[in-house]
């Protein structure tokens, strides 16, 4: 059973920085694409920074230069370091796997960015 677990949220005034990990299990192949997506209080979900196997990298373009999306293969795990954090960062973060055709998603992880 494929699951996908992030940790590391939490509350930190601006300027702060973080460190957010995305643990994928129940995979025995090569992972793709994992992305990082955020959700504001009453806001859609956005796409917030993207990592493909061979490492390249995409991210929205309010978080470019503070945000930092990398992973680990062997440990199937992805992070994002957030630095220079901003309250407009406020929101649950969500990790994405998309494997075998299906979109998994972890439960989210708060992070709370105080002015």
């Known amino acids: 059973q494929v699951q996908v677990v992030e940790s590391g949220g939490g509350l930190v005034q601006a300027g702060g920085s973080l460190r957010l990990s995305c643990a994928a299990s129940?995979?025995?192949?090569?992972?793709?694409?994992m992305a990082w997506y955020r959700q504001a209080p009453g806001k859609q979900r956005e796409l917030v920074a993207g990592?493909?196997?061979?490492?390249?990298?995409n991210y929205l373009d309010s978080v470019k230069g503070r945000f930092t999306i990398s992973r680990d293969n062997a440990k199937r795990t992805v992070y994002l370091q957030m630095n220079s954090l901003k309250p407009e960062d406020t929101g649950v973060y969500y990790c994405?796997?998309?494997?075998?055709?299906?979109?998994?998603w972890g439960q989210g992880t708060q992070v709370t960015v105080s002015s």
């Open positions: 994405n796997l998309p494997f075998g055709g299906i979109n998994y």
């Open positions: 129940g995979i025995n192949s090569r992972i793709n694409t």
């Open positions: 990592i493909t196997p061979g490492s390249s990298t």
